[in-house]
């Protein structure tokens, strides 16, 4: 027959056990203790009893008197017993020198020879020992009777050792009470706190607290989300490895304020929030991170726990889609074109025009053409070309004519390893948009004829790669030179801004810099430099001779 497995006892059974099987060693040590403690005091104040008694009676005149009579005892007999029974001890004994009994409480003891040690008397000691009698086991003290100098008689009070037992049992009844009470209060004591223990731990035991440590900090390190827990006083109480990643923070910061963590103020701002936060999206300097905070709160604040999600590789990809439908948006249109064109060229045809049909196609794709070839000879780069060109045929369906500046001059494989393809399309992307959309909003306010501008330049310059966009819009106030570059910043209304900061973020993680300066006529003009790739010493992309 098979027994089913037991659970082992949870954490707070144990500690239960533990504690009570404590509280009863300690009760019991006590107690012991005190027995022990109490009985050498019972018999140390027994000593000092008779010992007071004995020198009383000893240094009595009467005594002496009486010793020198005929017959001491018809004196001493009564004197002794009123004696014992008034100080409540065993016997007073009053003998002779040669150990001959006066007195003693059973009077037929009377004449015997003392049981007990006097040499140590009889040289004028006062002495104490414990003896058995005629009485049976006691504590005793013996000392000598002078009557002018010489010692006539000894006197031995003492108090029987059952009677001291007796006493200490009697406290020994109200220690064992004293000590079961305390045994009990311990108890309780200990089953409150092992069942509060109980509550917090879900009656688990050790073992099963352990591995849900391990499969804690397992799980905390494997979570791609950045997590964080911040106390009542907003200092980090723990972190994970990813909320580490994307706070740019070493290890070693648990502990720390989040003031102190030196990260983008509105970032800290959301982090030291007393209310809850939901979905806001933030910039570090290499990545945009959505905060989420809620706080935990008990009847006091307790601190606040805080999830971070990258975003980074979302909001690249979004922007390389918001590039697509726009560029799917200028095919649409260019085919539009075509069509219309192509129809003229048809009814030319038909009309008997060919030779003038022939003219104007031939004008229409020398003009696409140039632009292509003027893009694709000065710059050979792949993902840089197809951007401008895009971007060239989005400006054009908003009315906006978007160039390539003469000195732009970039050779395939150019492109620094420290900056991927997708911050390339980030950074000249939200450049030309931006500017497209300061143009077209400076001939909405002015109500301007002139077709706005966008000059666009893209260069190995040295040992970086340059790219600048010029504008001839509106432009920037100065005042606000440095603020176009946070995130929420914008002149288009809430729900933008973000495309310069973003810039700035991608420029700063191809360890460049992004400037803003007055640009042709009104307008703007951002210039980002990026630092190439060097190899054993060399450029690894050099300049070369090309298209003018």
């Known amino acids: 027959m098979r027994f089913p497995r037991t659970r082992p006892r949870s954490l707070a059974g144990q500690l239960f056990a533990w504690q009570v099987v404590l509280v009863a060693a300690v009760v019991a040590g006590c107690a012991f203790f005190a027995y022990v403690s109490g009985r050498g005091q019972a018999e140390e104040t027994a000593e000092r009893q008779v010992r007071a008694v004995a020198l009383s009676v000893a240094g009595s005149p009467s005594v002496r008197e009486a010793i020198r009579t005929e017959d001491p005892s018809a004196a001493l007999q009564p004197y002794a017993e ?5 100080t409540g001890i065993a016997f007073i004994t009053i003998m002779s020198p040669d150990r001959v009994r006066w ?63 007796s006493q200490v049992r009697a406290q020994l009844g109200a220690l064992a009470l004293a000590a079961g009470a305390a045994l009990v209060l311990g108890g309780l004591g200990t089953y409150v706190i092992n069942a509060r223990l109980r509550r917090h731990t879900h009656g688990m035991n050790a073992a099963e607290l352990s591995r849900l440590h391990d499969y804690h900090e397992a799980t905390l390190h494997a979570v791609r989300e950045g997590l964080l827990m911040l106390d009542g006083q907003h200092r980090i109480a723990l972190i994970n490895d990813a909320g580490r990643e994307l ?20 970032l800290t701002g959301a982090l030291l929030a007393s209310e809850e936060r939901v ?27 805080v999830t971070l999600r990258d975003h980074t590789e979302l909001q690249a990809l979004s922007g390389e889609l918001d590039s697509e439908r726009g560029f799917t948006r200028a095919l649409r249109s260019q085919a539009h074109e075509a069509a219309n064109r192509l129809h003229t060229v048809v009814s030319l045809i038909e009309l008997g025009r060919t030779e003038e049909a022939v003219g104007f196609a031939t004008e229409e794709l020398e003009l696409a053409q140039a632009l292509t070839d003027r893009v694709v000879g000065a710059v050979a780069e792949p993902v840089l070309a197809a951007l401008l060109l895009g971007k060239a045929a989005q400006a054009n369906e908003r009315g906006v004519e978007l160039v390539l500046a003469e000195d732009s001059l970039m050779d395939d494989g150019a492109l620094p390893a420290t900056l991927p393809a997708r911050d390339l399309v980030t950074i000249l992307g939200n450049l030309i948009d931006n500017a497209v959309d300061s143009v077209t909003g400076a001939q909405e306010a002015a109500g301007a004829a002139r077709r706005g501008r966008v000059t666009v330049t893209a260069l190995t310059d040295g040992d970086e790669l340059l790219l600048r966009v010029a504008d001839n819009g509106s432009g920037v106030d100065p005042a606000d030179a440095t603020e176009v570059f946070r995130s929420g910043w914008s002149t288009h209304g809430a729900g933008r801004g973000l495309g310069l900061a973003l810039v700035r973020q991608a420029a700063h993680r191809g360890g460049g810099t992004v400037t803003l300066e007055q640009g042709p006529g009104e307008g703007a003009e951002f210039t980002v430099r990026l630092p190439l790739a060097r190899e054993g010493g060399a450029l690894a992309a050099a300049p070369k001779e090309g298209v003018s």
């Open 247 to 266: 706070l740019g923070l070493a290890p070693g910061t648990v502990g720390r304020r989040v003031a102190d963590l030196d990260l983008p103020a509105p």
């Open 279 to 305: 979905d806001e999206v933030h910039l570090t300097a290499d990545r945009v991170i959505v905060v989420n905070t809620r706080p935990v709160v008990g009847g006091e604040r307790r601190g606040t726990v």
């Open 82 to 86: 009123r004696v014992r029974k008034d």
């Open 103 to 165: 007195t003693h409480p059973d009077t037929g003891r009377i004449g015997e020879t003392f049981l007990g040690h006097t040499a140590r008397a009889l040289r004028g000691e006062t002495f104490s020992e414990t003896y058995t009698g005629t009485l049976g086991p006691s504590i005793r003290v013996v000392t000598p009777v002078r009557d002018g100098g010489r010692i006539t008689g000894l006197v031995s009070a003492g108090i029987t050792v059952d009677r001291v037992s």
